[in-house]
Nanobody
């Protein structure tokens, strides 16, 4: 499958906000649950948030609960990640992918490849 395309990253001061977008080309995202992941320098990629295909169920990593909100606009074939109260620890490359539940977390569907991601840097 063609990787999903992430956008919206940038440099922001601590306490600031960003909205990331995840768009699909050539396929309909509305049939899939979609998740956001991130990889900080020197660390493994980790789960951040997921939204079920109907958009009713959402799930978040403990580290972002209450600060990040995942949403989707199926008419625009896009999933968003609103990030508020950003901290330096949120600095990472953020990726999106279609996902499936795996125990207490979510895993990227094998049919998807990782995209290029979008870099979020939180620094004063």
């Amino acid at each position: 499958q063609v990787p999903l395309v992430e956008s919206g990253g940038g440099l922001v001061q601590p306490g600031g906000s960003l909205r990331l977008s995840c768009a699909a080309s050539g396929r309909t995202l509305s049939s899939y649950s979609v998740g956001w992941f991130r990889q900080a320098p020197g660390k493994d990629r980790e789960f951040v948030a997921a939204i079920a295909w109907r958009g009713i169920t959402t799930d978040y990593a403990d580290s972002v609960k209450g600060r990040f909100t995942i949403s989707r606009d199926n008419a625009k074939n896009t999933v968003y990640l609103q990030m508020n109260s950003l901290k330096p620890d949120d600095t990472a490359v953020y990726y999106c992918a279609t996902v499936r539940p795996l125990g207490s977390t979510w895993s990227k569907n094998a049919m998807d490849s990782w995209g290029k991601g979008t870099l979020v840097t939180v620094s004063s």
